[in-house]
């Protein structure tokens, strides 16, 4: 019975040097880091009748990887405030072309750019054909992420970029993404300072909770269906439950219901502004419980920095996986307050 207890002491012991020594921002920007290629950047003005600035521009953020994006603004000639929009799964910067000239109104400088194999980045220009086909390579060992965290190494490549225009006030750059693209919002701003505000919409979860509880993993997984059916038949996981699930996990976005979880990397934001939109029912997607464990997290970071009002939370009744118009207005509002542009147009 001694010996028993020194050995749960020493394994206790060494837990706990684990946690201490882990750094998830360090941890993941090694994970994700590459060889930074020159920006090469291109730009070409996009015909507009409303009065706004519409610029179609593109960079390198690697090789053989190039960037597509649209910016949209007031004629202006001073340094803005920016705000970047990422899509969800199977979108294109397109989705966001209501929302840019909305923020460009607000005085913005809005962003929206496509993913790693979605619009631009495909030959088809549309759907997600081309990124399941990246996932399942990435399963079959091609040292890709294209899942969520090559996208966050392109954030972080466009915002290099953004410093190097003439437009752009680099102190105030805001990033929101939706879905997907929520998911990559809280990674980019978790690991990336430079990103003023942040706000993730349905996107924020604890990937470890959902693995944890019945099927609640299973909606994540199906936004991805093809790619993950064809690992699992490859593995021979047939059919596959969450102890699979953790593998694919493990080898396509390590560390993404660990070290690199929602309540672990919501908190590394504070105390620069957050913002988190979702919806009260969206079990597969984003579980409510999970989603609980995240924000509470983030809470405790936000009110040990003495920035309990830096953080806010709206979850949308009776809604599930979507962002409602009147939230779109909230997500406004919030980039207004906390990025402050000079001056607006309604």
Request: hydrophobic residues 45%; contains cysteine.
């Amino acid at each position: 019975m001694f010996r028993l207890r020194l050995y749960l002491l020493a394994l206790s012991i060494l837990f706990a040097q684990a946690v201490l020594a882990a750094d998830p921002r360090a941890d993941f920007l090694k994970l994700i880091d590459r060889s930074k290629v020159p920006l090469a950047a291109e730009s070409s003005p996009v015909a507009s009748d409303d009065g706004l600035v519409r610029t179609h521009f593109s960079f390198a953020s690697e090789a053989a990887q190039r960037v597509p994006g649209l910016s949209v603004k007031l004629p202006a000639t001073e340094r803005l405030p920016v705000v970047i929009a990422l899509h969800g799964t199977g979108g294109t910067k397109g989705d966001f072309k209501g929302l840019l000239a909305t923020l460009a109104r607000k005085g913005f400088l809005a962003i929206a750019i496509d993913g790693r194999y979605h619009g631009e980045r495909t030959k088809a220009g549309h759907g997600d054909q081309e990124y399941q086909d990246a996932i399942i390579r990435a399963w079959d060992g091609s040292g890709e992420h294209p899942l969520y965290y090559d996208t966050v190494w392109d954030v972080m490549r466009l915002i290099d970029y953004l410093r190097t225009r003439d437009d752009v006030d680099a102190s105030r750059i805001g990033l929101m993404g939706i879905s997907k693209g929520g998911i990559e919002t809280y990674l980019a701003a978790a690991v990336d300072p430079r990103i003023a505000v942040a706000v993730p919409c349905i996107g924020v979860q604890s990937f470890h909770w959902a693995l944890d509880h019945d099927n609640a993993w299973k909606g994540r997984v199906g936004t991805f269906p093809r790619a993950f059916a064809t690992a699992a038949a490859k593995a021979g996981a047939q059919p596959p439950d969450a102890k699979f699930a953790q593998r694919f996990y493990d080898r396509i976005v390590p560390g993404i219901y660990g070290e690199f979880d929602g309540p672990s990397m919501l908190p590394l934001i504070a105390p620069r502004p957050l913002f988190v939109i979702n919806g009260d029912s969206d079990p597969s997607h984003t579980p409510l419980e999970g989603l609980q464990e995240a924000i509470s997290a983030a809470k405790s970071a936000y009110a040990a920095a003495d920035a309990a009002d830096h953080f806010s939370v709206l979850l949308e009744k009776d809604t599930g996986h979507q962002v409602k118009p009147e939230a779109e207005r909230d997500l406004v509002a919030w980039f207004v307050r906390w990025l402050k542009p000079k001056g607006s147009v309604n």
